[in-house]
Structure formats: structure tokens, C-alpha cells
């Protein structure tokens, strides 16, 4: 494959990213093809590009984010555009009325790019609707989060070599997981086969309709499988509402050595992070070179988003000159 | 002394089951004689004749579930406003909720709703009384004096009345003037979330309201007016398990009835598709399943009346993400059309459809009107039962636009509105 700087042709027919939702295996081999080249990139020592030179990124963050925040800050410099953090505080009562007044005052700034995290469902779809840039989305509500969904996919197609025919357990609270949907849809889309693992009281309803297998018991789900997702369980979750404690979640749905020689013998975990040990899973496990791809993920997630921005700023519209010099 | 002779029209009291072409005379505001007879000497001297064209005449419709912004909210509707929005949509009746700002729970504010109405409103307008003071769902209020000063009905509104205990003595006092209690059936614990709970809540990642929130509150009301007696209606019922409670109840005699929204009857959960907050309604809208099940209890008489359950919201309260955006929809102007749609399609009768907005929300609230007899109120609406047209929002009287049927097509509309005689609205003459 050339080098991205050579070859700006559209390679993925959305104008946003909003959800993987409605994209297809081609869109997503695409992505993932592209990521790949990035990842090589960003391993030299000259990291840099100029694909989004004279571009301007806003990062939108109305959840605070440290991890995905950074690493599409890190994602937009190495490709050459301009980035702007802004990071809106949820205090504010009128969140509605912040979140439209925000982008409309966001677009006429003429950005190309406005990557947004918003605590609810469908917010970064309706600010996609009031600005004229591309949008991505970091994270909506429990909706989506696509990136994450595809550095996921990235992570496990250059270990495993491919998603199709793979057996993937995603573990935990999958009632309020975006990341769970993301990566349900996606690895779903690819031809990989989906279980979902928790105790009843985090899973959502209906999830049956969702073309999974789902298990209570732990051991049981982890049979033959070859990648095993973990997700991050809020603490404030755990004290009674939705898990009696701490301890009791571990013993049940904690990822242990135990639990995971269920799985295949050359199974692999991944955590989207941040990662409460001793939780969710056990530090051994997560640190656990052979076993664990947590640290490539985060690795991957910048190659993977640099991919997303690239692709969406083949669409815009281009100025001439700008082209020209680009070249 | 004013007369106005309709002649040639479909009259239509679904009451008496009455249907025929004749003549009706008003005078006066009221209606002193109707037949095929009526007439037949020729319309006397100084009446003014309106030729109705074979079109349907029947009583003018009681909506008995409508949120007004006055007091408190004036830029969401004023009283005023309703009223025409109301007129345009054939309903000559407009019962209001008393969750404005203050909240109509003491005598004072019954007679300001009444005054208000008096000066501003185009249609009959009356108030019910909160169940409890402040809607706060703690104390109840005065149901002897408020109903003396004219609250038809008490309810906590688009609140439900979570304490049973409170409930129950309510329930039990209100026998003591007949009152009729209306309770928003929903769970609070519940009902937390924002759409019904289903697949597409858990795929939208949205929050959802189980049936089970509402089924539980209608459950646990029955078992209530079992030990106290009383006179109970559940404003709006959404799913088929609700329908099956109530038709169940019925069975057993007890006086429970029941009301639906016209949006219930014709929407369902899918058209929130795309976060769209116009579809936010509470109860939420379920899925077509439930929706058919509402459809069949309707013709079955299992549900008793069709309400709008208008509430007017501003963008401000709408534009937002789904989970922030406010609850409601306005209906006053669709309420007939929508209800139309289900003639035209072959699930209920035309004389079904107006029974449950006519005379039977005003036998419940004791409103003496809602049918075509000698000596009531002239509350009449001239329909053109087939009359195709597009709802367009900037059309719409209401000041807030928050209707779930942006650009439908309809077929019916109301060509005139009475109210004790006068024309209220004609159909392309409004301005």
C-alpha cells in the first residue's frame, strides 16, 4: 500500500463518524488498512505528516477524557493540523442549550474536524446536524464509540491476522458500555461471533435481539474463545444498585488466571482503560505480556484515529492551492 | 336574539347513536331543536343559515388532558392561544392540567383559571385541581371547595401520585363529593428512564421506562379503589398489559376508566429514530405491538376516551440531547385528524371515535355537554370526514411547534367550530 501523503483519493463514503452503525466491511477494512500504515509511521522517529496541514481540529470534550482526549490530540499533530482541546465542563444545568450554542459557535471558527465526548446518547449526532465540518465521535452516552471499537479491531486483526470466523467475549457492564455496542456492531460486520458476559443486572434489555450469546457464568462464556474484551465497571456501580460490592463482582466476573484458562490457551485480553485491578481484573493478568494487549491498544488507538481523520478529510472540500502545496 | 340554522347536515350524536341528514337551529348558544323535519316550511325570516353540504355535524370535542403555559410558562402558550389552537382543531371543550406555575391546587388559582378563560379563551375552557398540594404528592387538597369552585376533576398531572397511603385517602375522601380522580400511571422509581425499554432503548443507548412502571401504579390504584370505592381514570395508558388490566377491571365492576393520546394510537417507539425529541412523550410511546393492542381496546371500549395530551415545549427545552430535552407534544389540532386516520383504516367506527371525545370525557367530568339535543349548549363541529391535507408546522396556531406529526398527511378536518353558538373557527377564513 503507498503512503497516505500520495494518495488523498476518498476512501471512506461518510462525511462523519458517528457510530458503526451503518458502515460496511469494506469502510471498515479500509480504516483498518489505512491505521496500519500509521502504525508504521508512528514508530519511525519523524512521526510527522502533513495530510491535515492548514486543518484545524477542535477536540470537544464534554466528559472528561485523559486517555482518548490525548490520543486524538496526538492523532491530528502527527498528521499536520492545527489542535484546539476544549474541554466544557457538565456542571452547567442547561447542558442542551451548551452543547447547540457550542457548536454553532465552534463552526463559525471554520474548523475541519470537531472531535466530540458527551455524556448522552444521540448529542454528538445533533451537533453533527449544526455545523458544516466533519465530525468524530469520541464517545456518546452508553451509544457508541467507534474508535475505540476499531483500534480494538486493529489490535486483534494484526495478532490474530483476521476477525472473521474469531470467538469474542466482551465481560462486564455491557448495560452502560458504548465501547460493548461499538465493538458488538463491529466485530459482528467482520464475521467474528460475539458472547457477552455479566451478571443479569448489567445487561441490557433485549440484548438476546442483538445476535449474541449471552452468559452469566463466566468460565462457561470463556469456552473456546480467543479474545477476551474486559470493560471498565464504575466504581459508584458497584456499591449495591447494580452489584452488591466489590469483592463480590471480582469473584464472580473478575478476570483471573482462573477464569481465563476457560478460554483458548492462546486467548488474549483486552481493557479499553482505564482499568480498575483487582476489579474487573487481576493486575497479574492485565499486566501479563503474553496474554494482555492492553499497551498495544493504547498504541493502536492513535494509529486508528490518525486513519479516521485522514479518511474524513479526503471528503472536504479542498482549496486549491492548499491541495497544491500538499503535494 | 341570535339564530343560526344549520341545514343540510350529517347529524351525528354518537350518544343516541342518532345519524341522519336533517336541519338543527341554535339560538340563543343554544341548540333548541334538530331533525329532517326542522324546516320543511323553509328557514324563518333572520336566521342566518349556514348550508352544511351533507358534511358531518356533531357535539364539539372534550379534550380532557391539555397543559397550558398560563400561568408561569406564557412563552410556551398562553391560555389564549390554546384556545385557538383548540377551535382549529374542532375541540370545544379544553380541560387543563394543573401543573402550571403556581400549581392550581387552592381555590384562588381555580378562579383565575376560570377568569382567564372568561376574557381570553376562545372555547369552554375548565381546570382540574391537583390531587395534592403542590403536586408535591404528600397532602391533599381541598376536593370539597375546589370542586365547588369549579375543578372537574384531581389529578397531579403528568405527576404520578407515587405514596399509596396518600392515594388511598384521597381516594376515599373524594366519594365523599363524588370527585373524580386522575392518576398518571407511572412508577417513579420506575420510570426514570426516557423512551420505552426495549431493544431499540438498549441499542440507542438510551434509558429505558418498562411497561412494567406503568402496569404496576394501574395494579396497585385498582387494589387501592377496591378497599376505599371511588371513581378512578388513568389519564393515559400506553401497552397492551395496561389494556388487559383495565378490560379485566371493567369485568369485575369496578369504576375504572381510561384514556389514550392520540400520538399513542398512530406512533410507536421506532419513529424516535435519530434522537428525535419531538417523539418524547410520557408515557413514552411502545412498540407496535402495544400500539395495535391501544388500537383494539379503543374499538372494544376497553379505553374510554382519546385525549391530546397537548404540552406545549419550546425549542429551548427540545433542542437538546434526547435524555435532556423535556417530555411532551402538542395535539389540540391534530386530536380529530389523528383520530380520523383510524376510521379511514377500518379500525373503529366514526360513531365509536366521537363517543370517546364527545359525550364520554363530559359524562365523566359532569360537563353536561357532548351531544345534539334540545337545550344543551350549541359546542358543535362541522367535519369534512375525507378533506386531505398536510400538516405544516408554521401553520400551526400554538406558539410552540412541538408536534409528532410534522408533515403528515391527513384525511378530515374540521371545516367549523361552535362554541354556545358562535363561530369560532371556519376553515380558510382563519388569519
Redesign the interface.
Known sequence: MSSPETSPAPIFPHRHLIGIEGLSPQDITALLDLADTYVEQNRRIDKKGAVLRGRTQINLFFEASTRTQSSFELAGKRLGADVMNMSVGTSSVK???T??DTAVTLNAMHPDMIVVR?Q????V??LSQKVSCSVVNAG?????HPTQALLDALTIRRRKGKLQGLQVAICGDILHS?VA?SNILLLQTMGARVRVIGPPTLM????E??GVEIFHDMKKGLEDCDIVMMLRLQLERMAGSYVPSQREYFRYYGLDYDKLSAAKPDALVMHPGPMNRGVEIDSAVADDIHRSLIREQVEMGVAVRMAVLDALARNLPNDPDTAETAK | MTRTAFVNARLLDPASGYDQIGNLLVEDGKIVDLGPDLFNDGVPEGVETVECGGKVLCPGLVDMRVFTGEPGAEHRETLALTSQAAAAGGVTTVIVMPNTDPVIDDVALVDFMERRARDTAIVNVHPMAALTKGLKGQEMTEIGLLKEAGAVAFTDGDKAVANAQVVRRAMSYAKLFDALLVQHAEEPALASGVMHEGELSSRWGLPGIPAAAETIMIERDLRLMELTGGRLHIAQISCEASVEIIRAAKNRGLQVTCGVSAAHLQLNELDIQGYRTFFKLSPPLRSEQDRQALVAGLADGTIDVIVSGHDPQDADVKRRPFEEANFGAIGLETLLAAGLALVHSGDVPLARLLDTMTHVPADLLDLGTGRLAAGLPADLILIDTDMPWQLKPEALKSVSKNTPFEDRRFQGRVLRTIVGGRMVFVHGEEG
Not at chain 1, 120 to 123: D, I, Y
Open positions: 447542558k442542551g442549550e452543547l447547540i458527551h448522552n446518547s444521540g448529542a449526532e445533533l456518546d452516552g452508553a451509544h457508541e458504548r455496542r441490557p434489555t433485549g440484548i435481539r442483538f
